[in-house]
């Protein structure tokens, strides 16, 4: 297995299910299963919507930290879930872009909205949603592979992912 084959990533714009699918793809992969957003809330000990009270610029550093701190310390195979914003960090799509396999999970705004709703309280950010889907879209497309979402179940974008990876 070549090293970049090790992990696998998942990004997309929040509620576009990277979790969902990564905690699919993991277990039919039979490898582990890390959600960047949990990883870096057990690494500080307080909530993403507490980090963002010291700015989201402050919040980009800590999530740049943690993924260095992921990439460097996995030994296994295993897939990541990013956080929505994670692509808007360079450095951390570069590190993505080099070190894993990655797979952007494109979902339209309209199905993203009826999944999360108008507000969402543990996510800062979505109260601009329209603005940064927009903002975005380039930066996630800088992905590998790109799988429209819309249509299928976690479990049949871990079959794509998988036809992907064995191909
Ligand atoms: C963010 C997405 C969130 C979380 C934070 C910032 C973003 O992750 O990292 O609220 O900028 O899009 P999810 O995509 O898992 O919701």
């Known amino acids: 297995m070549k090293d970049k084959d090790k992990i696998i990533c998942l990004t997309g714009f929040m509620g576009c299910g990277k979790s969902s699918v990564g905690r699919v793809l993991a277990e039919r992969l039979g490898c582990g299963f890390t959600d960047l957003d949990d990883y870096i809330v057990s690494r500080e000990g307080c909530s993403i919507a507490e980090m963002f009270k010291d700015g989201e610029k402050a919040f980009r550093k800590i ?53 999360l709703g108008d507000k969402d309280d543990s996510r800062p950010l979505f109260a601009d949603a329209s ?34 990876l064995s191909s």
Do not use: H, N
């Not at 790109?146 to 079959?159: F, G, H, I, R, V």
């Open 63 to 115: 999530e740049l930290e943690a993924l260095k701190a992921y990439m460097d310390s996995v030994q296994e195979p295993s897939v990541l879930a990013l956080g929505g914003g994670t692509f808007t960090i360079d450095e951390a799509r570069s590190l993505v872009l080099e070190r894993s396999r990655s797979f952007y999970l494109r979902t339209s705004l309209e199905c993203i909205r009826k999944r």
């Open 131 to 164: 603005r940064l889907y927009e903002a975005r879209r380039a930066l996630y497309e800088q992905a590998a592979y790109t799988l429209d979402t819309d249509e299928l179940s976690p479990e049949q974008l871990a079959s794509a992912i998988i036809d992907i």
